[in-house]
């Protein structure tokens, strides 16, 4: 799996880290997709508003609820490729610097390793070694894309009930196919922001490797950023927000099984909720995982500064 993952997201040797990204242009023109497939359910939504005939305006809100999904979720994948892509061009982005810094660094001696230390961008350790990956790193390079798939596959396979539940409105037994619909769609959304956290965690993983493998292959002491307080809550908020995503499905599952409108509709009524809370959870740790990048893009522009004009 990691030799897989490994040649996926960095460049073949003799690659010329100038050409265009063949991810950045598979992303593109899935993005462009999910966009004309949201367009569409818009247009289809407007016209059940029109509609005077209730049933046929209820039939075009439930395929239009599985197409409109089936657009975020596509819109999501198209976000995965993405950040595959930027993967790609960060491990070249290591390589290059690699290249370039023995020929740029002063004349400094390079001390021996301190241990812990601080930073200007919170605390560091510096070590001789390129740090091992944190566990959360590891699991990441294993799980974004069997998460990826399944998210993607459980979108499709959605789309396909709401249609289904369209057909089923005339005779009033739309019910189960509308808890399906909704409860293995939103499992599929939330194993697509799972996905895409877990290459969040893989870029950082690169980082922090990455940033480890130049200071070694200069002779220095390397220097890590210990794993920040916005990465822990990220790991917290990814996990709790794929709980809640599961959670929700079971219940879509019980509430398919109500016979009663009334009772039905209360279910709806705080499920709904629920399935977005789970989005909103895994949504909130991919901000935290943006910042911490950040963070850690920060603290390495700042330590190739120091190499450059110390040469230790």
């Known amino acids: 799996m990691t030799a897989r993952f490994d040649a ?6 003799g ?3 100038r050409t265009n990204s063949k991810y950045l242009k598979v992303g593109l023109v899935l993005a462009t997709l999910g966009l004309m497939v949201a367009m569409v359910t818009l247009i289809a939504n407007i016209a059940a508003a029109n509609n005077d005939n209730p049933v046929t305006a209820v039939e075009t809100l439930a395929w239009s609820f599985g197409l409109t999904t089936f657009a975020f979720g596509t819109i999501k994948l198209a976000i995965s490729v993405i950040l595959i892509g930027i993967l790609v061009r960060l491990w070249a982005r290591v390589s290059s610097v690699k290249a370039a810094l023995p020929g740029l660094k002063g004349h400094g001696e390079a001390g021996s390793p301190r241990g812990d230390i601080d930073t200007d961008h919170g605390a560091a350790t510096e070590t001789a070694d390129i740090p091992e990956p944190l566990p959360i790193h590891k699991m990441a390079r294993k799980m974004w894309f069997p998460m990826v798939a399944m998210g993607y596959m459980l979108v499709v396979v959605g789309t396909i009930v709401s249609f289904i539940w369209s057909g089923k409105v005339a005779d009033g037994t739309q ?8 409860g293995i769609q ?4 939330a ?15 690169a980082l922090r490797e990455g940033g ?4 070694k292959s200069l ?9 920040p307080v916005t990465a822990k809550l990220f790991v917290a908020f990814m996990a709790l927000g794929l709980m809640v995503g ?3 499905f079971v219940l879509y599952i019980v509430a398919a099984a109500v016979t009663s409108p009334q009772s039905f509709a209360a279910w709806a009524a705080w499920l709904g909720p629920v399935r977005e809370f789970s989005l909103g959870l895994l949504l909130a740790g991919i901000v935290l995982a943006l910042v911490t990048i950040g963070n850690v893009l920060s603290f390495q522009f700042s330590r190739f500064r120091e190499i450059v004009a110390t040469g230790k």
């Open 219 to 227: 002779g220095l002491p390397v220097r890590t950023l210990k794993m």
């Open 191 to 205: 194993f697509l922001l799972a996905g895409i956290s877990f290459l969040l965690g893989s870029i950082l993983a």
């Open 212 to 215: 480890g493998d130049v200071q």
């Open 246 to 248: 599961m959670l929700q």
């Open 175 to 182: 019910q189960a196919a509308q808890a399906w619909t909704a």
């Open 8 to 13: 996926l997201t960095r460049p073949k040797a």
């Open 186 to 189: 939103f499992l599929g959304e």
């Open 15 to 17: 690659d010329d880290p």
